[in-house]
Nanobody, 121 residues
């Protein structure tokens, strides 16, 4: 199994910054994609950022130019640097990974428990 644990959420003022980390425990698995999604109360879960094992990155439209994601494949950790935060960025941020067992090609999805980010106006 792959276990994902997020760190770094909290309360920040509008215009402030936060950095989230997601640490993966992945014995026997290769992690292909790692990503961040967020979900606000009453809203659908939306993509924030996604990074492949090779470093290709996609961002959600609402965070382009403000958020930056990266990953360290040795440490099995993904990062999300969030700048110029707005109240509408308030949500639970969830780490996501697509991983496959060694020797297999089929991918499975894994989710962290989530970390709350609250941006005050």
């Amino acid at each position: 199994q792959v276990q994902l644990v997020e760190y770094g959420g909290g309360l920040v003022q509008t215009g402030g910054s936060l950095t989230l980390s997601c640490v993966a425990s992945k014995s026997g698995f290769t992690i292909e994609d790692m990503g961040w999604y967020r979900q606000a109360p009453g809203m659908q879960r939306e993509l924030v950022a996604r990074i492949t094992r090779d470093g290709n990155i996609n961002y959600g439209d609402s965070v382009k130019g403000r958020f930056t994601t990266s990953r360290d494949n040795v440490k099995n950790t993904a990062y999300l640097r969030m700048n110029s935060l707005k109240p509408e960025d308030t949500a639970v941020y969830l780490c996501h990974a697509k991983a496959r067992r060694y020797g297999r090609t089929d991918l499975s999805n894994y989710w962290g428990q989530g970390t709350q980010v609250t941006v005050s106006s």
